[in-house]
Each structure stands twice: as C-alpha cells, then as structure tokens.
C-alpha cells in the first residue's frame, strides 16, 4: 500500500478543517484520527503512521499548550506588532469608534451567516407613518411645480415652506414629546423618495434639518434646557437650522477647520458672562440664507486658562442665532441650477455664552466625536433615499417615454440601444432600492452603520449620476430643452450635487469604505489593535494571542474557501434561497472569501502604506460595497416573498454586482506591489481566470421590457414615488396613459401599413385617418383611440420655447470678490 496515504489524509482533513473553520481541538483531533484510521485501514507500514504523527505533534502540541504559545511565539509576535502598527490619531480612533457593525461584518468575515440576514425583520410603515405618506406628503407633491421653484423663484414658493412647517417636515427625526414627528429611519426615507422626483430643491430642502445638524445634535446631546427651547421650535419650523463645518480651507478635510472661538468674558442679554469668541469662514451651508439659527464648529481655545488647564480643548458645537451680532449671513450660493437654499456664513469675534454650546460647556472639545457618531445615521438616509426617489421616478418616466416616443415607425424602447440604456436604468434602480432599505433597516434596528452608510452615499449617489445620465440619453432633445415640460433635465444637473455633500464621493470611496471597514469589520484586526493598548502585559499578551491565532486560522480558512468556491465555480455548500437565488448565495459565499483572503493579505504586506495605495483601498471597497448591496437585494426579494416576476431585475444588477467585484479583484491583483503574492493571491481567487460576465443583452431585454409597460415588477420598482396623474405631474400622467398607448400600437402598425401602400389619400396624418375609416382599414372606435393617444402623446413629446426676454434674468447678480485674508 502507498506509504503517503496517511499524509495524504491529513492534508484532506486539514483542507476540509480549514473549509468548514472549525477550532484548533477539532483539527488535531480529526489529524490524528484520519492518520491512525487510512494507515490502518491501507494497511500500511506502522512507520507510515508513527512519522507522519510525530511531524504532526510538533506542530499541533505547541499550539494546543496556551501558556507554552504565548510565551514562544505571541510574546515576541506582540513585540513586533507594538511596532509596526501605525500609532492612530485621535480622529482616526474616533472614527473607528463610532458607529457598529451589522452584517457588513458577516460579508467581511468570508463565511456569511445567511440566517442572520434573513432572520432580521421586514422593514415596515406604521399606520400614521403611512397615513403621513399618503396624507400630507400626497398633498405636497401637488403644489410642486419645479420650473416656478428652480427658474421664476430660485426658491420654494411661501405656500410650500408654510406648508412643510406647519405639517412638521422639518421635524421627522424629533421625538413625538419635544413636538416632531418622531418617524422611523424607514419612514423618513420615504418621504424623501416621494418628493424627490417632484423637485430636487424640495427634497433638499426637507432633508438637510432632519440629517446632521442641530435637531439630531441636540436630541442626541443638548442639555435638558436646550432640547426644551429648541426642540419643539425646530420641529414646527419655528427656528429653520443649519450646520456650519464646511470652509474655503477646510472640505474633505473637516478636522482641520481654522475657525476659533477664544474663551472669554462678553456681554449677553445684559448680563457679562462667561463664553467664546468666535472668528469664523464656512461655505456651501445649506439653508444657511434662511437660518434661523446655525450649528456652528470650530476649534475652541482657552489661553487664560478661564475653564481650567487646558489651552486647545479641540472642536466644539455652538449654537447661534441668526441675530447674534457679527453673524453675517443671507447671502447665496447657486448649486447648479437647483436652487436650495445654500450660502456662506461668516463671522468676526462674534460673543456666544457657555450656554450656546451643543450640549453645554461640558461638552467643550467633544464636536467632532459628536459629528462622526451622528453622521452614521444621517448619512445612511438622506442621500441615498433622495437618490433612490429619483432614480425610480426617473425610472417610471423614461420607461414610459420610451414607449410613448415613437421613431422609424416603433417605440424608441424596442431599439437595442435604448434597451441598454433602460435595462441599466431598471437594474441600478432595483439595487438602489435595496441599498437604502437595507440602511434604513439597519438605523431602525438601532445600528449605527458606519460602513454601510458611507457604500450607501457612495453608491447610491453614483448610480442615480449613472440613471440620469442614461434617462437623459433615451429623453434625447427632449432632456435638454429646459422648461415646465421638461421632468428630467433639472435632475440631471443637480445629480454631482449629491456626489460632492456629505463628504465627497473620490474620498468616500478611495478612504473611507475600505479603510474604515477593513478594520471596523475584520473580526481580529480591532481585537489586536485594542489588545496591544491593554496595559497589564499578562491581559495584554492573553487577549494578543487569542486575537492573532484567531486571526492565523481565519486566514488560512479564507484561502481554502476562496479555492475550493473558485475551483467548483461556486455550486457547493448549503445556502438558504429559492432554485432561482442559491447561485446567488454561493457566488457571494465565493467573494466574500475572497474578499477576505485579499483584505488581509493586503494588510499583512502593505501594512500602514495600504492607507496611503488610495487605489488598491478603493477597489476592496468596491469588492465590500457590492458584496453589501448584492446581499441587500437578496434580502428584498426574500422579504418581497420571492416575486417571481421580479427576477429579471434581481438577475441583472446581481450579475452587475458580481461582475464589478471580479474587475474589482481583478484590479487589486494586476497593481499589487509585490508580484509573488499576486500571482499566488490570483490562483487562489481566479483558479480558472476570471470567468464572470456583465449581464447578458437578453437579461437587458426582459429588464426593459417590463420598464416599458404597465406591470406588477415595475410598480414595486417604482413604489412609493407619486404617480398621481395631475396637472404638475407629467409623469404620473405619462404613466396613466401608457395602456392606452400600448393598446393603440397595433392599430398603428395597420395605419402604418396601409399608409406606407399609398392605400390612404391625404398629406397629412389626420386626413389619411379620416380616410383610413372612410376606407374601412380602420374601425371608428380604433381611429378614436389612435387620435386620442396622439393627442395626449403630444403633450409629452413636445418642449417648451420662450420669447427671448423671458429668458433675460431679472437681476444681474454681483458676486463679492472677497481678498484672502
Ligand atoms: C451644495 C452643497 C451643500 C453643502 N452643504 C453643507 C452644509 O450644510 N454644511 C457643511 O458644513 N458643509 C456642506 N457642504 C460641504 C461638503 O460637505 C463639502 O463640499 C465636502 O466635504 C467636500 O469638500 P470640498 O467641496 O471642499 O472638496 P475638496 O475637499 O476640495 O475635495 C476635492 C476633491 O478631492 C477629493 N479628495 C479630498 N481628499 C481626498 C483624499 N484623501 N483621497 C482622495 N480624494 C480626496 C474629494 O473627494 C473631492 O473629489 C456642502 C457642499 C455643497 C456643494
């Protein structure tokens, strides 16, 4: 008998150990039976047992002896680890702090629990959350009419702002016992998605004083006084807030703002008290010109040592209101004609007491660990819902326009371009959706998402840049000619609006997915981190060790399970799922190994320099993201209870999703400073090369075509938009229409028909309807519905032109050219 079959059964054994992770015990214990076992059982010389469980106990013994493991081999690993791991800055460590980890950790992990997913509840309204929708929201979206707001106003008629005050918009994130509404993160984002098809002016308007700012700031840290004064104020609208971070110096880089307030005695109301004195320069502050009163951060100071014994106490929140002498503001930005308000707020030593600081003088210093740990959930809701509503209405419009807009003798949608086009528009659609719910699902378990709100922002903004530039594309000349018939060109033009706020996407992308999810989701990476920070060495080299052997067995599963997943092309292990989604799962399983292996080798040989490889950072992040959003679908169509009429969306932006995460893989592998551990890395990822494709033209197909007509998958990929056919909505009118549309095609291609045979007399269409009848080609119900959609039809298709001085702005603006200071 062979003498290495025992050998060889460890090495199964160990792979098989290693595929199903199981613990250190398990693995010694099923080596050396499956060594004395095949020997046994091959009948084999006692020596090819007796070697290979001697070389065996050499390596397991020591690992199985905790005390001998830590003295020998984690005490010297600890000792280099204390070294080379990068020394966190304060903000860094905040960041990392902030905020919790959901199933992003799962994915990360590279063995998804798919039952933790699946199990967590479907998000759902209340009655008086859906009664608000259906109510005030509705009633809303009625007296929107974008061209008055974005071209005749440059701003929200009085009704619309007195409406959205006195049905409390402005106070969805406020508890119910300080006046607000108190709604749901799911709620919330409803509304957003309902108004942002109806104007992207309105829906930044209502968004910016229920994401970060002074209402969530003070909910989550005012004094029992400031939540009494302001909270119900903001609520009702009585005070409009703004948040002031932002400068000329300061962008991305928010911790480094020059604004100061210098601890000091001033006078206010009457009384000298004690407070600070604020200089300060912020820009593009939404809501700013109409503020009643402005979040303020800056950098406080204390050199007279007023407040103890520390001179920069760091940054801290104030409060001011838009009468505070020395505030200026009012002034105007203008983000790409959508004309929310937005300007810049400045200040010269403008006095405000201890008692305007968020959260009171016991808050000095603490603002940007404030900021970050409110950002999670702001983020996580106000963009990417803003961005879904508008890629579902977008949706809605360009679907029925294709099928409405008529060219060669066919609707412009069953040309194979346009086809591209909508199938992109409905797949990127669908994922959004689920992104921004799985978000909003997440808030409302009482998460806060770090990770996924900024894959949300990120991809979410992206994708609608993507919608609207394709829906522009299928509007043609229709798109571009701005005026009240036009319903797609003004969001089009604000769609960089969303990439830049909120931090801007390049950042958001290259830094902050990857870089913050890499360690906040790594099951050890944070454990090693906090455990060399432990300052008894015994506690210290425990938890080290437990950490870093976690980490070594967690490494080598993840290669194994990125082979083996690789090797079988996904179609092995148990998933949950229907016939039609376990592929779907598996594949995930497969990446999400990837992922890992890749993710930690990256850290393992780049170290701290993989912070500053932007590159390799970002693609891991699209890795995590698409991993994220792909298991957000799942869960949708779980929840939606598998709708079988839904899959070809499914498949498409899965598809998409699995495709970008090969390129995303692919990219990390060809740039990865070290050749050897790339090529080794690539064997393990792609065995076979890269065998995923983008999804197939007759996927696109079937995704246009049920953009293109009436149906149940289009109506839950468009729910929650307003598609009330009224008089300011065209593309609820578009959309009532479509049937009819639809119905009159075949009746079309017979007046087609027999006008192309020159059968029909007359020059233009009406007449040779007329004699289409008189001949009998058609019947008169038949000619009544041909003109009937032609007439309604000639809304839709036809644009706006203007006498030339309509054109002519009213006033010509001055901007101040400010010297630097
Ligand atoms: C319409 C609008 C409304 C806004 N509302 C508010 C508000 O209400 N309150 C407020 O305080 N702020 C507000 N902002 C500010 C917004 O948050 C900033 O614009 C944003 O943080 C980016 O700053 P910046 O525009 O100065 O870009 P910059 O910081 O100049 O960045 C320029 C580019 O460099 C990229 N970049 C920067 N650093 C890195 C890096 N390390 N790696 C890779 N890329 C990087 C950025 O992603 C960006 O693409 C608003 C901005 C706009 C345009």
Redesign the pocket.
Known sequence: MNPFLPVLAALVVSLACAYFRVGLRVWTIAVVVAIAAVGWLADTHWLAIAIPLVVFALIAVPLNLPDFRRSKLSAPLLKLFQQVTPKLSDTEQIALEAGTVGFEGELFSGKPKWATLLKQPKPELSVEEQAFLDGPVEELCRMVNDWEITHERADLTPEIWDFLKKRKFFGMIIPKEYGGLGFSALAHSAVLQKIAGMSTTLV?TVA?PNSL?PGELLVHYGTQEQKDHYLPRLADGREIP???????Y?????TSIPDYGIVCKGEWNGANVVGVRLTFD???????PVATIVGL?FRMYDPDKILGDVEDLGITLALLPRETKGLEIGRR?F??N?P?Q?GPVRGKDVFVPLSQLIGGPDMAGQGWRMLVECLSVGRAISLPSNTTGGAKSAAAATGAYARIRKQFGMPIGRFEGIEEALARIGGYTYAMSALSLATAAAVDRGEKPAVPSAIAKYHATELAREVAKDAMDVHGGKGVILGPKNWIGRGWQGAP?A?????????????MIFGQGAIRCHPYVLREMQAIRVPEYRERLKQFDAALFGHIGFAISNAVRSFVLGLTFARIGRVPGDAYTRRYYRKLNRYAAALALVADTSMLVLGGKLKFK?KLSARLGDVLSNLYIASAMLKRYEDQDRPVTDQPFLAWAFHDCVWRMQMALDGVLRNFPVRPVAWLLRVLVFPFGRREVPPSDRLGRRVAALLTAPNEARDRLTAGIYKTPNANNPVGRMNALLPDVIAAEPVERKFIKASKSGELKGYDWAAQLADAQAKGVLSAAECDLLKRVRDASFEFISVDDFDPSELEAGRHAKPVLRSVA
């Open positions: 930044s910016v700012g703004c948040f002031a971070l932002t400068g000329p300061a962008g991305s880089d928010a912020k820009r593009y502050i939404t809501l700013a951060a930005h983000p790409l959508v929310f937005n609006i990439i830049t706020v909120e931090g801007a996407n390049i950042m958001t992308r290259s830094l932007e």
